[in-house]
């Protein structure tokens, strides 16, 4: 009895000591950082759905997250309390605050941490990656691999490059020549899933053929990108059993099927006294004279990591360039134009291998200026992906807000996001929302084409055309953490339209079509780009891709040698 009437003395000051810590931490907490009106049991799920459900339901979060800044007047960034499911999520659109984020410093010589929420990807991944490790552990992956992707050595890989691209471009005849409507996401995946294989294992997946000649991982690979689809937010598929056993599933068969191709390597290495490849499975062997299992594990995942991010970012580049060119007769014309002078009249891809695979042939990549400029502005419009970061309470990672408040970002998920960041009127003005390359025609070189090199912590000062500043476009992200492949997406994607852009015409169909007018000729609005019966968007699958796969048709241009 005197148990019970403790308890019913307690039980209204405990619950009474609750209300206030909820109350504190919905409302008090984070009450200075600009948000929406949170709600004590949702937070802001509740009001981040009245936004989704306004619109196409599949487009991608970064979509929904920019409606919601222009909704809040653009602040630097937006706090999202999504407790009790996720940590709270800080979406950066300020591309100063985001330097912040991602430059190393003394006390964080790395950056921010990688977010916990990475750990969704390790079946993509594995727990091992160079994209999620940390400290002392990443700085040696990245060390290790970095001569992999060194400028000089990316050149010896034209002639794979231009071999895969051949293939790609006998495909787009044959749908010329057919008028079938195919996928451009299927033939992309498949150009640079085959190229991407041949840099991370010495090995031709056959991706570009029927499914019943390609190697198995390609099959496999699909599958498992499949099951990250359908949802805005790819955290919650975590808490779906099926989908947890799936790729559970298809996780263990890539992992077999790359370990064995570990093996027989190594042993190849071993039995050969030739020296070692550069790709990144000969130097993830290098120095190594036992492999054992952690050995083989830590392989593997290094494997799977840059098999996965090699070949879907740079498939979405693809996809988005074609589309643009396809529908800006302009920047169309202007890149025929300056491939005409690089390359010479004959058009064809036979022609332009010839050209690159010539002695001193690479150094025509570098007179591309104005293709490197449609790859740039591509990136800036649709980057495939953000990075989100995470330090843990009482760490004291603070930022500076452009209005010279300082902000502690510990114990929140900070995005940066580069779908806001590079299209903020502040820095892009009223053109940040047009497909204009003219933008960048004022970039310096370096190494390959494009000024990509964002690995230290500085800012390169203003591109002298539009005085953009450098931290204002970041689709590999900056800083140490910044995409260490970079530089050869952006050699594929110059030899791929160099060696197609000229010789074959794309005609969107179904989502994004041009719109015509009664005499069936397409619309030029006054921005010099084909007006659309509806607009092509990016959903979440995994990246951010076209939602309908891109279909297209396409036809030999008729200036085509």
Known sequence: MFAQTILLILLPLLLSYLLRRARHLRFKQYGDWPQLPPSLVWGHMKAINEFIVRGEKKRHIDIIFREIQEHLGNPPLVLYDLRPLQRPLCVVRDHEVAEQVSRNTKNFPYSMGKSPWMKTLEPLLGSYSIITSEGEQWKALRKRFNPGFAPQHLLTLLPCILDKTMRFAEILDGYACSGEDFSLNERCVGLVFDIIGAVTMDKDFHAQHDASKQDELVRLYRELTATYRNN????????????????????????????????????????????????????????????????????????????????????????????????????????????????????????????????????????????????????????????????????????????????????????????????????????????????????????????????????????????????????????????????????????????????FDFVKVGLGAVARDSAGEPILDAKGQYEVESELFNTMQVTAKPVDGTMMKVRVAEMSN
């Open 232 to 503: 805005s937010t790819v955290q919650y598929d975590s808490l779906n059993p099926r989908v947890l056993w799936q790729r559970r599933v298809l996780t263990r068969r890539i992992d077999a099927l790359i370990t064995d191709h570990i093996k027989a390597k190594f042993a190849e290495l071993k039995e050969s006294n030739e020296k070692l490849s550069r790709s990144v499975l000969s130097l993830s062997l290098q120095d190594i004279d036992h492999l054992d299992d952690r050995t083989l594990q830590e392989t593997c995942h290094q494997l799977k990591s840059f098999l996965f991010a090699g070949h879907d970012t740079s498939s979405i580049l693809l996809e988005w360039a074609f589309y643009e060119l396809s529908r800006t007769p302009r920047a169309l014309d202007t890149l025929r134009r300056e491939l005409d002078d690089v390359f010479g009249p004959e058009s064809s891809p036979a022609a332009v291998q010839e050209k690159l695979l010539a002695p001193g042939g690479d150094g025509l990549l570098k007179k591309m200026s104005y293709t490197s400029a449609v790859i740039k502005e591509t990136l800036r419009l649709y980057p495939p992906s953000g990075s989100a970061r995470y330090m843990p309470p009482g760490t004291g990672f603070n930022v500076q807000l452009p209005n010279g408040k300082s902000l502690c970002l510990d114990g929140v998920i900070i995005y940066n996001c580069p779908t806001l960041i590079q299209r903020d009127a502040a820095v892009y003005g009223p053109t940040k929302d047009e497909f204009l390359p003219e933008r960048w025609m004022g970039d310096t070189d370096t190494g390959l084409g494009l000024p990509m090199d964002n690995s230290d912590d500085k800012d390169n000062g203003p591109v002298a055309a539009g005085q953009v500043p450098a931290s204002a476009w970041r689709p590999f992200e900056r800083g140490p953490r910044s995409c260490i492949g970079q530089e050869l997406a952006n050699l594929e994607a110059r030899v791929i339209l160099a060696c197609t852009a000229r010789r």
